[in-house]
């Protein structure tokens, strides 16, 4: 019985029956809040039998499968955020790599003008050795005419 219903004669159990149809032209009003009739239309009337839902009907899924789901769907996202930076960390190791090349090319680059700085050096400390001794005062050296 409609929990709404002025009709206290029907029964939960034993369906009432069809309204009394009266000569008037207009359809009769039902006696329920909302309008509706007492007894359905037999073609949406529901059954006893539970639900079934189709295997790919994703409203009403089991709870470990959505949780499953879910964490497979954590999985893949730390997997990217993974490859993401371990794509980073390649990058920063071959950055590190160009410059330790840089730096050693600079180091050679410095150290080869040291050597040819020294060479020069010497040279000059060799031409400069026999100045001041007493054979160039002596006019055994070289000579300067002014």
């Known amino acids: 019985m409609p929990l709404f219903n002025r009709n206290s004669t029907g029964s939960a159990k034993t369906p009432s029956k069809a309204p009394v149809t009266t000569t008037t032209d207009r359809p009769q009003r039902s006696s329920t809040l909302f309008g509706r ?3 359905p ?15 790919l009907h ?6 470990s499968i959505v949780n499953a ?11 990217r955020d993974a490859d993401r ?12 790599r160009a410059h330790v090349k840089k730096v050693e090319q600079e180091a050679a680059e410095e150290a080869r003008l040291a050597r040819i700085k020294q060479e020069q050096a010497s040279s000059i400390s060799k031409r400069a050795q026999p ?13 300067l005419e002014l």
Not at 41 to 55: D, G, M
Not at 58 to 63: K, Q, V
């Open 41 to 55: 239309p037999a073609a949406t009337t529901k059954t006893t039998s539970p639900p079934r839902h189709n295997l």
């Open 85 to 96: 930076a371990l794509i980073q960390a390649r990058a920063a190791v071959k950055e590190a």
């Open 37 to 39: 009739r007492e007894t």
């Open 58 to 63: 994703r409203n009403h899924e089991d709870a």
């Open 131 to 143: 100045l001041g001794h007493a054979g160039f005062a002596a006019g055994k050296g070289y000579r």
């Open 69 to 79: 789901r879910e964490r497979v769907q954590n999985a893949e996202a730390a997997e």
